[in-house]
């Protein structure tokens, strides 16, 4: 198992451009979430989908955050416009579903983004 | 609302022992453990159930008391491979919401 795949793993860009967050949950799994992780902050849940269908998305920041998971296999999590307060690391986990309340979820190795 | 994580930093000599604590403001259905090493994505240690079951791996277990509302991980005989922070994930009161909260995390640096 290749475990949560998330690409770019580092990402710079400049204040006011568009960035794009991509991940690949593990196969079979049905939940997927979005955390950013800051020294301030620490670890926030941005958003989690079930079956591809966005459940809670009360912790996406504000209207320049989106996120889409268009198949079982796939999500994005956009942000237009970029601001140097976004500057932060990404992670994608996933879990599985069904009758098994023992799963926990697995991180994926995290996009670390700078915005200048 | 945020689980509590004490100590917030441990420095340790190898061989040492450590608690780590995690308190919560709301009743609880499970516990996750994570450790996270600079740079890289939180690891999955072990998860605890309501019923106060502890567990153990290797020398790192925990304990869950549900009235108190809190768990403990317990490392043993530290080794320096245990350095990292370690996080604390709460679900509850059930796993209806499959989400976890995080806590602030525990930095703990183990010393040849």
């Known amino acids: 198992d290749a475990g949560v795949i998330q690409s770019p793993r580092h990402e710079v860009t400049e204040m006011g451009q568009e960035v794009t967050l991509r991940c690949k949950p593990i196969?079979?799994?049905?939940?997927l979430f979005w955390y950013r992780q800051t020294m301030m902050r620490g670890l926030e849940l941005l958003i989690y989908f079930n079956n591809n269908v966005p459940i809670d998305d009360s912790g996406m920041p504000e209207d320049r955050f989106s996120a889409k998971m268009p198949n079982a296999s796939f999500s994005t999590l956009k942000i237009q416009p970029s601001e140097p307060r976004d500057s932060a690391v990404y992670f994608c986990a996933s879990k599985g579903g069904g009758a098994d309340f023992t799963d926990t979820q697995y991180f994926g190795p995290g996009t670390r983004l700078t915005v200048l | 609302q945020q689980p509590v994580q004490s100590p917030q930093a441990v420095i340790l000599r190898e061989g040492e022992d450590a608690v780590i604590n995690c308190s919560s403001s709301k009743a609880l259905y499970s516990v996750h453990w994570y450790r996270q090493k600079h740079g890289e994505a939180p690891v999955f240690l072990m998860i605890l159930l309501k019923g106060g079951e502890q567990k153990g791996h290797e020398k790192i277990s925990a304990s869950f008391n549900e009235k108190k509302q809190q768990s403990s991980l317990y490392l043993t005989a530290s080794q320096l491979s245990y350095s990292g922070t370690y996080f604390c994930?709460?679900?509850?009161?059930?796993?209806?919401?499959?989400?976890?909260?995080f806590g602030g995390g525990t930095r703990l640096m183990v010393k040849p």
């Open positions: 196969s079979g799994h049905d939940y």
């Open positions: 994930g709460t679900e509850g009161p059930s796993n209806a919401g499959n989400m976890l909260t």
